[in-house]
Each structure stands twice: as structure tokens, then as C-alpha cells.
């Protein structure tokens, strides 16, 4: 028979399971169909997963250079099976986690392949849900009063370079290798790209970037991508920029070879194993989309800043509506979403507030507009930049690559952005994004104290050279 709630929610990532959780808050009977496991795509191939085995190579980078902190150690040795456990338990741990929320919010999880089947039969609302379970049992039909489509994405394919899981491979089955290979050819040096660079770098792998751009991550601030290239270079990887790779080259032999156009330049380049990492694509298929009015612009679903569709009692939210492709950026999708339909007039996202981090050896993170994207939207700018090299906290943790850079609007004094590189920067950049919330100028920043030592302290120089007056620089 079929069921009616408030919400229905179709995935049951970052933004459907949180979205879940503000709507039975609120009081909602709320329901999610999820047709592999809660927790999504961020819990169980993305941001948990990768940052354990990336803490995994810390360790074993730290450890292989002991000595220089006075501990000695016998011959250090990587396990790869013993990362992986331990990365499988965090998950699992989590993903218990998760499943414990859903209850305590009372919210029903039909474990099944949702699908938007057209008018309800109750309502003329293009609303009823059927789902296809995965245990085989009949469909269950849910009718509800809102729809929240949270279906995420999956890699994005390369026509000529598909993957077949042994030597041509994605991000998901780079997750599961049991074995590492000797080479590794990574196209695309974006920030997924770049994580499994480093990482693999740090597990002793030789590892070659090829990227389309002329430099890695082309989206962060110029400044910051030159110094991760530079820093990579450093750690031995190879960072091949403006390389157009070339599919139709590709041998699957014993070894990968495929070409790339390099600056008017066709050169060739082989490995053991090739990992494909340019970007994702929406779940959009198949989840009955053609049954509704809703629109689809460039491959992801158009809300407006509500995350309605063009059907305004179905909201999607997340990876699957594009934009800037983070768990906690579909979290707060999902929880506008619920205040949304709760009527409870919530404030639009502003997106120029959204921190974003990449997990690599150095880190990086951001929030707000990049020097380029300032001086194109006409603002006159001041910045202030300062080194972890002058930090005493980075010279005693033993890391002292890096920098912070503050971006002012000259006119007004707003921090219009934050960019750092260095140690725990993914840990320190919340402090930037707490000032941009609260409109702090730099020299509110630099009144606010930052005790010593600690690497806080280069955002605090980094506020004190836009004022000019650094005590450390
Ligand atoms: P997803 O997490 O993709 O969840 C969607 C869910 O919907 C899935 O569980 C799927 O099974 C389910 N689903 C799909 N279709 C249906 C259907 N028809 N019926 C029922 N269920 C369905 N982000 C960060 O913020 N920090 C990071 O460090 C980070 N690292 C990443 C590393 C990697 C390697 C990758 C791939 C991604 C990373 N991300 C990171 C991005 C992050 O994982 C995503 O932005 C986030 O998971 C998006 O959440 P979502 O809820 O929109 O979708």
C-alpha cells in the first residue's frame, strides 16, 4: 500500500541525510530512499576514505623522516592492507553513525532505486515515488507532499579512455587497490587529482600529472596553484600542464601508454596504471526526471536559490544541481531546502562564504573571491600575504612551506578572500571563514589575539601586512 509523508528525499548522501535530519526537527514525516548506503558518495568513496589513507601517508612520511626529530625508528614500512582496514573501519564506524541519526529522527530508509513515477494518485502533484528495493521485494510506493531529489554524481568518463578497473582506473577503484602500482599517470591535476597525487607520491609511487590547464588546481588563486606546482615538483611528482591527452593514442599492454598535445607537442607517456579524475557528472538518469517539468541546464538540475525546480515541490540539492561539488555545501543546500518548504524564510546561501579545502601534502583552502576573480569584478585591491616560514609553530611541527593570503577590498576594508597553503590549512581556514561572516576587516583580524606559538599566527601577519604593519615579515 502506498505511504504518504511530508518529504521524500531520493539519496541519501551529505545532502539527502542531513536534509533527513533538519526535516523530522522540524516535524516533518520524512522518508529517504537510498539505493546503495547512507552516507553517500562523501562517506563511502569520497572525503572519508581518501583522508584516511592520505593521514595513513602522513604518518608514513613522517615516520620515514623520524630521525630528524630525534626519535629513531627500525626500517619504516608501508601495509597497505593495514590502511585500508583502517580506513574500512572509520567508514564503518561513520556509516553506523548515520544509520543511528536516521532512527533517532524517526525517519523511514527504504533501501531501494527511487524513481519520480508522474501525477500522484492523490494529488495532481508529479510527485509519487515508486522504489525499486533492493531486496528484491515488491516496489514500494511513497506519496509525498515534497520531493528533494539528492542523487549526487559519479565520475565524469573520458570518451576513448573508459575505465575497466585494472589498469585504466577512477577515483572509486583507486579506493580500493590492494596492490600499488610503480607508476601512475593521473589526467586531470584538479583537487581529487591532486589528492591522490600526493598521496600516492608519499606511498613511494611515480607519479605524473597531465592537465589541460596551463597550471594544477586552475581554480584556486594563481598564487596558490603556482606554489602547490612548485611543491609538488619538489616531492618528485611530474606536473605536465596545458597537455591535452589524446584517447585514440591509448595501449593497454603491459603498461599504459597514451599521448598528449603539450604546447604543439605530441609526447608520449606510459605507466603501470592511469587514473582518470576530471570532474564528476550528476545521477540524473533514471530517477524519472521526464515524468516532471524539471529542467536540466549542462548536465545538472536548475533550482533557484531555494532549490526548487521548475516543479516547486521537488527541491534537489547537491552534487546533482552542480555548482560547487562539496559534502558540506550539499548539506546546507539540503537544510535551506527544509527551511524552505517549512516556510521558515531561510536566507539564501552566500556561496562567496563557503570554505573549500584540498587534503594534499601541503593542504590548501579558500574562501572568497580568488585575486583574479576581485580585480574582474572592478574591485581595487590591497593584499597581505605572509610565510609559514617566519611562524616558529612550523619550524618546530617541521613544515614551514607555505604561505596565508588576504585579499582586501581597498575601499571599504572587506576581507573579500583568504587563501592559504601550508600546514593544516584545511584545520585554519575556518577562522577566515568566521571573518567573512562577521565582515571583520584585517584589523579586526589582527585585534583578535592568536596565541603563541601556533600556526594561527600567520593569519593574524597576514591581516598586519594588509595593514602594513607586520611585526614578523
Ligand atoms: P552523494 O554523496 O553523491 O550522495 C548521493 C546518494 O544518492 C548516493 O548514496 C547514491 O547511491 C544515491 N542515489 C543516487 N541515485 C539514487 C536513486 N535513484 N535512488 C536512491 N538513491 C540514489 N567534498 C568535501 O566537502 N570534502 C572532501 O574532502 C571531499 N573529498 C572528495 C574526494 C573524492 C575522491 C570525491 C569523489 C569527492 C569528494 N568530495 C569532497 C565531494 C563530496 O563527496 C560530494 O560533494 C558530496 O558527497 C555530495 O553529496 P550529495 O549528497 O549531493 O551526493
Not at 522504489?131 to 570518451?159: D, Y
Not at 564528476?280 to 545538472?300: K, P, S, Y
Not at 576581485?374 to 609553530?393: C, D, L
Request: glycine share 10%; charged share 25%.
Amino acid at each position: 500500500m502506498a505511504k504518504e509523508y511530508d518529504i521524500v528525499i531520493l539519496g541519501g548522501g551529505p545532502g539527502g541525510y542531513v536534509a533527513a535530519i533538519r526535516a523530522a526537527q522540524l516535524g516533518f514525516k520524512t522518508a529517504i530512499v537510498e539505493s546503495k548506503k547512507l552516507g553517500g558518495t562523501c562517506l563511502h568513496q569520497g572525503c572519508i576514505p581518501t583522508k584516511a589513507l592520505l593521514r595513513s601517508a602522513e604518518v608514513y612520511r613522517t615516520a620515514k623522516r623520524s630521525e630528524e626529530f630525534g626519535v629513531m625508528t627500525n626500517e619504516v614500512t608501508l601495509n597497505l592492507a593495514k590502511a585500508q582496514e583502517r580506513k574500512e573501519r572509520i567508514v564503518s564506524q561513520l556509516y553506523n553513525g548515520v544509520q543511528h541519526l536516521m532512527k533517532k529522527g524517526k525517519i523511514d530508509v527504504f533501501e531501494g532505486k527511487g524513481r519520480i513515477l508522474g501525477p500522484s494518485i492523490f494529488s495532481p502533484l508529479p510527485g509519487t515515488i515508486s522504489v525499486e528495493m533492493n531486496n528484491g521485494e515488491e516496489n514500494e510506493i511513497l506519496i509525498p507532499k515534497n520531493v528533494i531529489v539528492a542523487t549526487g554524481s559519479r565520475p565524469k568518463a573520458l570518451p576513448g579512455l573508459e575505465v575497466n578497473g585494472q589498469n585504466v582506473i577512477a577515483s572509486d577503484e583507486a579506493l580500493k587497490m590492494e596492490t600499488l602500482p610503480k607508476s601512475i599517470l593521473i589526467i586531470g591535476g584538479g583537487v581529487i587529482g591532486v589528492e591522490w597525487a600526493s598521496m600516492l607520491s608519499d606511498f613511494e609511487v611515480d607519479v605524473t600529472i597531465l592537465e589541460y590547464a596551463d597550471c594544477i588546481i586552475p581554480t584556486e588563486d594563481k598564487e596558490i596553484s603556482k606554489e602547490m606546482q612548485r611543491l609538488m615538483k619538489k616531492r618528485g611528482i611530474k606536473v605536465v600542464t596545458a597537455a591535452k591527452v589524446l584517447p585514440e593514442t591509448l595501449q593497454k599492454g603491459d603498461k599504459i601508454v597514451v599521448s598528449a598535445e603539450v604546447k604543439g607537442e605530441i609526447k608520449e607517456f606510459s605507466a603501470d596504471k592511469l587514473l582518470i579524475s576530471v570532474g564528476r557528472q550528476a545521477n540524473i538518469e533514471g530517477i524519472g526526471l521526464e515524468n516532471t517539468d524539471i529542467l536540466i541546464e549542462n548536465g545538472f538540475i536548475r533550482t533557484n536559490e531555494y532549490y526548487q525546480t521548475k516543479e516547486s515541490h521537488i527541491y534537489a540539492i547537491g552534487d546533482c544541481i552542480g555548482g560547487i561539488q562539496l559534502a558540506h555545501v550539499a548539506s546546507h543546500e539540503g537544510i535551506t531546502a527544509v527551511e524552505h518548504i517549512a516556510n521558515n524564510e531561510p536566507q539564501p546561501l552566500n556561496y562567496s562564504l563557503i570554505p573549500s579545502c584540498i587534503y594534499s601534502h601541503p593542504e590548501a583552502a579558500k574562501v572568497g573571491l580568488t585575486e583574479e576573480e576581485a580585480r574582474n569584478k572592478g574591485y581595487q585591491i590591497k593584499t597581505g600575504k605572509f610565510a609559514f616560514r617566519a611562524i616558529g609553530k612550523a619550524l618546530v611541527f617541521g613544515d614551514v612551506d607555505g604561505f596565508v593570503k588576504m585579499i582586501v577590498d581597498d575601499a571599504t576594508n572587506d576581507v573579500l578572500g583568504v587563501h592559504m597553503i601550508g600546514p593544516h590549512v584545511t584545520d585554519l581556514i575556518s577562522e577566515a571563514g568566521l571573518a567573512k561572516v562577521l565582515d571583520a576587516t584585517p584589523w579586526e583580524i589582527a585585534q583578535t589575539i592568536h596565541p603563541h606559538p601556533s600556526l594561527s599566527e600567520a593569519i593574524g601577519e597576514a591581516a598586519l601586512v594588509v595593514e602594513g604593519k607586520a611585526i614578523h615579515g
